[in-house]
């Protein structure tokens, strides 16, 4: 029985170059499965229309997916598209203690803030949440335990997605990230927090990235949000090369 690496790759009509970058995510994370005996598992083909939920919600189906497909594993690494993993890294599952994990968000703490006050505002009024507790959603580590967790988030989006929507459009907040914090929180589920570098964030903000936006030789897993919007978004080409 392997673990899995699951990862979201759709494309958006509102966002038609967004993707252009994930082969080198999908191609790094392909040679690490290969050294670690792990299986990758990409996601290509929408659940729901984009008028409906975004491509970076369907991460949320990951479990129920691997079941549907008969795909037995031990554990799953859900990872965003805008990820690369280093082929050296360690294999990031003994670590785990077979509970639930991410890696704090770290970054912009002016949105953070907003996307749990806002959220906690309109739809987890009694649950509170410490921004230092708060996990981004780019890597998160689970297994069959939290099967019910997952199932739990999905029937929370089909019942407040117009709401959520709303609050993205208004606010300009999380989207996933929010919403499995608070639940998260409010189920009680143990949570493990990573170090930094299995969820290397922004980057550009931490001076990691020179104006290639290359990296230097530290951490494992790159995350390339929080890019400054210019004509350095082509982000990952020369990364990629680098590393592959």
Known sequence: MKNVVFIVNL???LKPNRTNPYQYSVKSWKTWCEKNNCELVVLDERIHPESFMNANWHKIFALQLLDSSDIDYNQVLIADADTMIHPNAPNIFELTNDEFCAVHGFGSYDWECRSIENYQKHLFPKVELDLFEYFNSGII?????HKDFYNKVINFYNSNQELITQ?????NVGTDQPVLNFLLKSENINYKQLGYEWNMQHMARFEILDEDLTFTKIGWIYHFNGIPDDARNYMMRKTSEELL
């Open 167 to 171: 609050m993205q459009k208004t606010y």
């Open 11 to 13: 494309s958006e009509e």
């Open 141 to 145: 580590v689970c297994n069959k335990k």
